[in-house]
């Protein structure tokens, strides 16, 4: 996933780095989740579908992730939102179908609606909106709000995932699933229910929602979070291809 790595500059100077593939119909966007980039085998295998069927697709990494230089301490949603709006503006023309992962499934609301008229659909796999929220304690808020940096164990990797207090901060002020999210075009939510880390009743409070009357979940009864397994992938590349069919 190394190959044709580009640059994209913003205007204070951050780089984000992208592949972008020409092609045809709505350009799929991936949105990877938190602390992920777009060498993860979900994002991989949409690029190479996209290859294999002439669609159009970009990928890229947030500030401080992948490819991209900076901080991940200085990373939070408005600052990614910032990014993914500027890169798809400076490098895609015509309409987008944004794909979410678990954190950039709460990214692709905002960003969609950023878009506007431009979103064509989207794509949630174990969406994760206003996970600061939901996903921690009183005494967790409180830390973060006195400016503390919390380390949770991490069951993918040896070291720990740490969520500094800014992106918590920021998080707060991002708020979707007690609001009207402002997106009416159709998305299809995916979300396994034996998922440890966002429950799959996430994504109904997502489906009540969005704004959208063409809304469908689907769950997986025996899919955890990553929805990584062939079969997931597979249903996955279904949905995107059933969701963009002309």
Not at 190 to 201: K, R
Request: net charge negative; glycine share 10%; hydrophobic share 40%.
């Amino acid at each position: 996933m190394t190959r044709n790595v580009l640059s994209h500059s913003l205007s204070d100077g951050r780089s984000i780095a992208f592949r972008h593939l020409p092609g045809a119909g709505p350009t799929l966007v991936f949105l990877p989740g938190y602390m992920s980039d777009m060498s993860g085998s979900k994002a991989t295998a949409l690029f190479d579908w996209a290859g294999e069927h002439g669609r159009a697709c970009l990928l890229f990494d947030y500030s401080g992730c992948g490819a991209s230089p900076g901080d991940f301490a200085d990373g939070t949603l408005s600052r990614w939102r910032d990014e993914a709006v500027s890169l798809i503006e400076a490098e895609v023309e015509g309409p987008i179908v944004l794909i979410g992962s678990s954190m950039g499934g709460w990214l692709m609301l905002l960003i969609g609606e950023a878009l506007g008229e431009r979103l064509a659909g989207m794509v949630g796999i174990a969406a994760a909106p206003d996970f600061t929220q939901w996903g921690r304690s009183e005494e967790e808020k409180a830390q973060f709000d006195a400016g503390e940096t919390i380390y949770d164990p991490n069951p993918y990797g040896a070291e720990p995932t740490p969520m500094h207090a800014g992106f918590y901060r920021d998080g707060q002020s991002l708020l979707c699933l007690d609001r009207d999210v402002r997106i009416t075009c159709p998305v299809h939510l995916l979300h396994g229910q034996q998922d440890p880390d966002v429950p799959w009743e996430i994504s109904l409070r997502l489906a009540e929602a969005l704004c959208s009357d063409a809304v469908q979940v689907t769950l997986v009864k025996d899919g955890d979070h990553r929805l990584s397994r062939p079969q997931d992938i597979e249903l996955l590349l279904r949905i995107v291809s059933s969701l963009t069919k002309a």
